[in-house]
């Protein structure tokens, strides 16, 4: 009797297979150009929105999604411009170069983001274990340079998002052919994803800059005097007795919310951490995608002489 080999089939295998199917027929392209073009489009909407959802304190996991969405949208850029089309158009269209130097200028930024980040990770560890101390001097010389680093971080986003200053060409005159491919829409399409990086890139260094300022928000310790009853006191001890039974509530008290304070201030320590972590491997994984996509545009616009 024969056996039957027993099989699984897991939907996220499925679907990336199926997604791998796709990559792989858009690589040796008789496919159409408009797909790929609006799956771009499609992408760059999802950054454009995020980056316009502003939120007052932004977290960690907002952070990620942004980096997820900033992956996919340079995943669908290097795909397009792979294209048979795009590369002729590429190689054709005054807007190449510009858009090689907006590639660089990010390359640039998340190469600095880098070097903030690793900086940020051991100022942000001095000031933690400073307040695990209680040490008032260290923490007050921590929580300054940790802030002087944000302040670095902030001007980097200003910078960031300066930096795709491509504009689209104006209108020319296309073939019928090009037309029906759509391969005129190639051109607006680039200089929304540079924008849409730009912008995004901007916002995830400044969710960091405030992740980072919340974590230096740190509670006074608490001082514990003498408990002082007045002079009426010597002449009634029970008046003394309350008053410092309230003294002792009101310590206790006191020494609760101080302990929450500190619970939170080190609950706003891991969380920086562990962004800045996530982060790191998030912003090398990015900046090998710009890399990759402005080193392409070079050998475009090497293959015009």
């Known amino acids: 009797m024969s056996g039957f080999r027993r ?5 996220a295998l499925a679907a990336a297979a199926k997604r791998s199917a796709y990559k792989i027929r858009s690589a040796s392209l008789p496919v159409r150009f408009h ?50 089309l795009a590369v002729d158009q590429l190689r054709d269209s005054l807007i190449t170069n510009d858009v ?21 990770g051991q100022l942000q560890a ?7 101390r209680q040490n008032q001097t260290r923490i007050v010389s921590a929580v300054h340079a940790q802030r002087l680093a944000t302040h670095d971080l902030e001007q980097l986003a200003s910078t960031t998002q300066e930096a795709a200053k491509t504009e689209p060409p104006p209108p020319g005159t296309t073939s019928a052919s ?37 974590s230096t928000v740190l509670p006074t310790p608490l001082t514990v005097g003498p408990i002082r009853v007045g002079e009426c006191a010597v002449k ?11 003294s002792r509530a009101n310590m206790q008290a006191a020494m609760e919310e101080e ?26 994984e990015l900046y090998r995608g710009l890399v990759r996509a402005r080193v392409f545009l070079l050998n475009v616009l090497s293959s015009r002489l």
């Open 7 to 11: 099989t699984v089939s897991l939907p």
């Open 35 to 84: 797909p790929i073009v609006s799956c771009l489009n499609d992408d760059v909407a999802s950054l454009v929105s995020w980056s316009s959802s502003c939120i007052q304190s932004p977290s960690a996991p907002w952070l990620s999604e942004g980096a997820d969405l900033i992956s996919n949208v340079l995943t669908s850029l290097f795909e397009l411009m792979q294209h048979p």
């Open 100 to 120: 090689s130097e907006d590639l660089l200028r990010l390359v640039d930024s998340y190469d600095l983001f880098r070097l903030a980040l690793l900086n940020l």
């Open 126 to 132: 001095g000031t933690r274990a400073s307040f695990r």
């Open 178 to 214: 090009e037309d029906v491919a759509g391969v005129s829409s190639l051109p607006l399409a680039l200089c929304s994803a540079m924008a849409a990086l730009a912008a995004a890139s901007a916002m995830v260094f400044v969710g960091i800059t405030a992740l980072s300022d919340q």
């Open 236 to 246: 009634a001890s029970w008046v003394s007795g309350v008053l410092q039974w309230r």
């Open 259 to 284: 302990r929450k304070a500190r619970k939170a201030a080190l609950d706003r320590f891991d969380t920086l951490e562990g962004c800045i972590k996530d982060m790191e491997s998030r912003t090398e």
